[in-house]
């Protein structure tokens, strides 16, 4: 079963050079330090490893000395979970002393140092996540997490009700990882507790549950996922409004080697602009997000009682006054609904906006242009502005010189 894990992949993380430093210096006869969690993960399906965490026996008060001693930056991250960075040659690298969480309320945990590899193993949530690697090569697995990883399968270690009701952040974990991993179905032992605990994640704050979402509308398996989510009544309460799987799909296969989880969150939950209100306040977005959704929510708005077809020339003058990524997300949403509809030249035009082969078109006036042609300075120099830049618009956005000289002419004669 396990050929198909990259035992190769999973020994190249040991010659990584910092990591062999690191480890070198943080382990000896009295203390032991391995890699563990997603990168042994990732290593061993072949996947890019990008964040190396390590766990240790050492206490983090010993872990800024010894850092210090062999020359490296420790910097006290989660010092209270006993969360050191440390940084070799430039890479930060996460040392987490082993840990078992004695105390759990379903949102916190109280945890107590340890020496026990596999009871930190058993406090993890999901099996192929409880994973660590010695500096000597050697894979430990105490939770049957190798089979799982062989299988692509996202299990909890121990009973999953438990599990959940110690945090329910898991349950988001659940799906956030089996988006990300899985290849079969959803366990059915750990579909069915998440579903039955699902009131539990209403404890939890918008900003932790904010974070799986996101993470899971970007992961491989993204569409089928938030459908198991729907099937299982999670969406309502996470989303607040109506699902849309049909763009969320579109839009996944348009930005797929690029994924923007606002961009697809807009394509799954956005219709209106009060849906964009709505999921700032919910998932605690930053304003810039939700500025993202709001303007697909006025390009949505706009384009499905657009009647014309859109060609080149519309393109350009929707870019002059809305976001393009936007007007490209909105675009894929709705390719294969009735309206718009979209010849082939404005998606090209657009194309060519997105890429930067095309500039995006700025009104080829300013106020400088009228003062210089007489106009005196105050709030009639905007009005005029205003009256050019609908002009503009309607004319197809034009920005070459002879275009910007007869526009300042006709401006200026009815100054
Ligand atoms: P990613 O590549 O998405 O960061 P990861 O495995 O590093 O994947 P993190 O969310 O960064 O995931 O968590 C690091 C590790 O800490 C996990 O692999 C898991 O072992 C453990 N962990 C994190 N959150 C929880 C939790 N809520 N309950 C139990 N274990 C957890
Ligand atoms: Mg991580």
């Known amino acids: 079963m396990t050929e198909v894990l990259d035992r190769q992949a999973l020994l190249s993380l040991l010659e990584r050079p910092a990591l062999r430093r690191l480890l070198g210096a943080f382990n000896d006869d009295a203390e032991e330090t391995r890699i563990v969690g997603g990168a042994v993960r990732n290593a061993l399906l072949g996947r890019p490893v990008t964040e190396v965490d390590c766990t240790t026996t050492m206490l983090p008060e010993v872990i800024v000395e010894r850092a210090k001693a062999a020359g490296f930056k420790a910097v006290p991250t989660g010092i209270e979970h006993g969360t050191i960075t440390v940084i070799v040659d430039g890479e930060p690298y996460e040392i987490t002393t082993l840990r078992e969480d004695v105390e759990t309320d379903g949102r916190h945990a109280v945890v107590h140092f340890g020496r026990d590899f596999a009871l930190d193993a058993r406090r ?32 909890f270690i121990g009973d999953a009700h438990t599990r959940i009701r110690e945090d329910y952040l898991r349950i988001m974990r659940f799906f956030r990882f089996h988006a990300e991993y899985a290849q079969v ?46 099937d299982h009544g999670f969406l309502p309460w996470l989303l607040g409004g109506a699902a849309e799987f049909g763009r969320l799909s579109r839009v996944a296969a348009h930005d797929k080697d690029d994924p923007d989880p606002i961009w697809r969150l807009a394509a799954l939950a956005v219709t209106v602009e009060e849906d964009a209100d709505r999921l700032r306040e919910r998932l605690r977005l930053s304003n810039d997000e939700h500025r993202k959704l709001a303007a697909y929510a006025r390009l949505l708005s706009l384009l499905k009682t657009w009647a014309l077809p859109l060609d080149a020339m519309v393109v350009r003058r929707l870019a002059a006054d809305h976001d393009v990524e936007a007007l490209g997300t909105v675009l894929a949403a709705t390719a294969g ?47 005029l502005l205003a009256q050019a830049r609908q002009a503009w618009l309607a004319e197809g956005c034009l920005t070459d010189e002879a275009y910007a000289k007869d526009l300042l002419r006709r401006v200026l004669e009815q100054a």
């Open 124 to 155: 993890r949530d999901f099996t192929i996540n409880a994973l660590s690697l010695g500096l000597d090569g050697r894979l430990y697995d105490y939770t049957d997490g190798v089979a799982d990883l062989a299988d692509r399968r996202v299990r």
């Open 185 to 230: 179905d959803p366990d059915p032992e750990g579909l069915a507790a998440a579903g039955a605990e699902r009131q539990g994640l209403a404890i939890l704050s918008k900003e932790r549950i904010r974070h799986e979402l996101l993470k899971l509308l970007v992961a491989r398996r993204a569409e089928d996922t938030i459908r198991i989510l729907a």
């Open 337 to 383: 609904e009735p309206f718009p509809i979209v010849h082939a030249d404005a998606r090209e035009a657009l194309d060519r906006l997105r890429s930067g082969a095309e500039p995006v078109p700025i009104l080829p006036l300013r106020g400088a242009d009228l003062v210089e042609g007489g106009v005196p300075k105050g709030p009639r120099i905007g009005e």
